[in-house]
């Protein structure tokens, strides 16, 4: 397997509220008059992420405010957590930003309860479209609905610190690691003992059974579809208890990175702040990871090997755009949206910070320097096309609540407040009624 290295440069789950349905859609802001593409127009536009994303939304807000002057954007910003708080809360008021950076945890429930706006009528005309892929258009559309566009894919990495690894004397995984090669490695990088300069513990890693996505990633290996056409389960109370089982000796043993210095460190974690030596995340991640931890070297490699033998990943649609149904301005929601998709200057701002980008035209612009955060990224992805064998799972209607309900419980599971038995009741009980 080769190895891709960034040099010398620098998950969290959802949570929100189940949402109440709204009557109207996105017919209700149609006033009947002819859209003035020269009228003076202030858009809302609001996304999750840390302020190296921030930077590069601003840059490319700058630059559409330039070759449209008459529409002002005012972009707002949160970590991922209170984002869907604010979202939730914006619904249930029918009063969501214009635009917003959506994903597609969340697409199902929010269009079920028609808060998003139909982007049908401007696909062709505000919004070109001819430079996707057909898979991914039809990503973002529920039920015949298109409320939602990708601005690029990602997939799952391993992320690893090698300065890290090095100083607990742990070596790389193999390209055919497994899940419980992966747990050895969290083991032995902990059990050595050894400290970062700051004189805190270095761990291995940290409970990777704790992230609902990681879960879906282990039932597509072990040739398990997660959500059936109907909404239902393709999964048992079972194999939830053997996924949370796999880390649980590492759990008993506290090997894996403290959940309380982990909240601790929010909006940040212990990989990013260089006291856990690998990560399991999305590979667009990396930008974000270089950004906050300053690290000269971070390393990816695909994600452990089922017990198929096979890795079955798949490439989930990465930050869609959407836009409020109550927005009073589609058009022009319309043509911001078709900015931050096609433009080229946008996909050499933000690179792979997102991911990679959907549009041919932005994969261009970017700045491919070898080394650089954006070249490791689109290799790492041309290297795991191999292996990306399975379709992305598509979530049922409430998947946000339901994520956020195994985030949470996978808190008090790391607390020891519950058992694995408990955890797998809790949340099929709050399942049900979510997902109803």
């Known amino acids: ?22 009557s109207g859609d996105a017919d209700d802001t149609d006033s009947g008059e002819a859209y003035d593409p020269e009228a003076p127009v202030t858009l809302t536009f609001t996304w999750w992420g840390n302020d190296d994303r921030a930077e590069r939304y601003n840059e490319a807000i700058a630059l559409f405010e330039e070759e449209h002057e008459n529409i002002t954007i005012q972009g707002t910003f949160v970590d991922w957590d209170g984002y869907w708080t604010g979202r939730s809360t ?19 429930e929010y269009s079920e309860n028609q808060h998003l706006l139909d982007l049908s009528p401007y696909l062709g005309e505000q ?36 300065n890290l690894l090095e100083q607990t004397g742990v070596e790389p995984p193999s390209d055919d690691y497994t899940w419980e090669d992966f747990n050895d490695l969290i083991a032995e990088a902990t059990e050595a003992g050894e400290q970062t300069g700051d004189g805190e513990p270095i761990y291995g890693g940290g409970d990777y059974t704790g992230t609902f996505w990681f879960f879906l990633q282990w039932l597509v290996q072990e ?41 601790q460190l929010l909006p940040l974690g212990g990989f990013t702040v260089n006291e856990s030596a690998t990560e399991i ?55 911001f949206i078709d900015f931050l998709l096609n433009e080229p200057e946008v996909g050499r701002i933000f690179g792979t910070s997102k991911g990679v980008p959907a549009v041919q035209a932005q994969r261009d612009a970017m700045e491919l320097e070898e080394g650089s955060v954006d070249a490791t990224v689109v290799e790492y992805e041309e290297a795991v096309a191999e292996h990306v064998t399975e379709p992305v799972p598509v979530p049922v209607k409430g998947f946000g609540s339901i994520e956020a309900e195994y985030k949470r419980l996978a808190e008090e599971l790391a607390y020891e407040s519950i058992t694995v038995d408990e955890f797998v009741e809790l949340w099929f009980t709050e399942a049900e009624m979510a997902t109803q």
């Open 223 to 263: 040739g398990k579809t997660p959500f059936n056409d109907d909404g239902s389960f393709g999964f048992t109370e079972e194999d939830m208890a053997a996924f949370l089982e796999l880390a649980a000796p590492l759990r008993d043993e506290d090997l894996v990175y403290p959940v309380d210095r982990g909240i």
């Open 281 to 335: 995340s999305w590979d667009n991640f990396l930008a974000g990871y270089v950004a906050d931890s300053g690290t000269e070297d971070i390393q990816m490699m695909p994600i452990p090997t089922g017990s198929s033998g096979e890795k079955a990943m798949f490439f989930k649609p990465s930050m869609l755009l959407a836009a409020g149904a109550n927005t009073e301005h589609p058009e022009a929601a319309a043509t």
């Open 1 to 22: 397997m080769k190895r891709f290295t960034l040099k010398s440069m620098g998950v969290a789950a959802a949570a929100a509220l189940v949402l109440t349905a709204c």
């Open 90 to 108: 914006e619904a249930a008021g029918r009063s969501l930003p214009d635009v917003m950076q959506f994903d597609l945890s969340y697409m199902r």
């Open 127 to 162: 919004i070109d479209t001819s430079g996707f892929d057909d898979a991914l258009i039809e990503s973002g559309a529920i039920e015949g609905v298109q409320v939602g566009l990708p601005t690029s894919t990602n997939t799952l990495a391993l992320f690893y610190n090698p």
